[in-house]
């Protein structure tokens, strides 16, 4: 039965590189995508600026197509350089960005521990896996620079994160500030 298995899985296997887009394919798929996709966002602002008879529209169509490129080429940008990061930091990255995101309630908050946190943790174990002595002057200048700024941070960060908040006022009961007396009703009830 194993074999059978193995055999229709290379089967198959061999099946789909063959139709494996090449390329050229790929090619003609982004240019034809972005063609159309670009295409269609004009013919969309120029017609939402003729439907509100607003020209801005025009103007803020640019800006979005503009912003909408940039963030591709920066995302990009991004992957290449989360690609060159080593693993365990990126196994690390991964389960602390959720963790703490949620603990903080605030991603941004949360990406300004994981630097600092980092800066601590890169800092401790380069002094001590290296030793101090042994570091260039630069080196030993990044180290002690990290170190102050990650744990100055941290100190911070723990106390703004450990304040209690704003001083309130009693919430106030309004049924017991009212000066007329509502009087009941001597009604029969209705469930009799």
Not at 127 to 146: E, R
Not at 162 to 170: K, T
């Amino acid at each position: 039965m194993k074999k059978l298995f193995k055999k229709l899985a290379d089967w198959t296997k061999a099946k789909l590189r063959k139709i494996k887009p090449g390329k050229n394919a790929y090619k003609g798929a982004a240019f034809a995508l972005l063609s159309v996709a670009i295409t269609l966002w004009i013919v969309y602002s120029i017609l939402t600026s003729i439907n509100i008879k607003d020209k801005w529209i025009l103007l803020f169509g640019l800006a979005m197509l503009i912003a909408v490129v940039l963030a591709a080429f920066i995302t990009s940008w991004l992957i290449k350089l989360i690609h060159n990061i080593p693993r365990v930091f990126k196994i690390a990255l991964l389960i602390a960005i959720p963790l703490l995101a949620v603990t903080t309630a605030n991603p941004i908050t949360a990406f300004i521990l994981i630097l600092l946190i980092s800066l601590v943790g890169a800092s401790i174990m380069v002094i001590k896996k290296t030793g101090f002595n042994s570091l260039t002057k630069v080196k030993k200048v990044v180290v002690v620079f990290g170190l102050l700024i990650g744990i100055s941070g941290l100190v911070t960060s723990l106390f703004l994160y450990n304040s209690n908040g704003y001083d309130l006022n009693p919430i106030i009961n309004a049924a017991k500030q009212s000066e007329t007396k509502i009087q009941t009703l001597q009604l029969e009830s209705p469930s009799k």
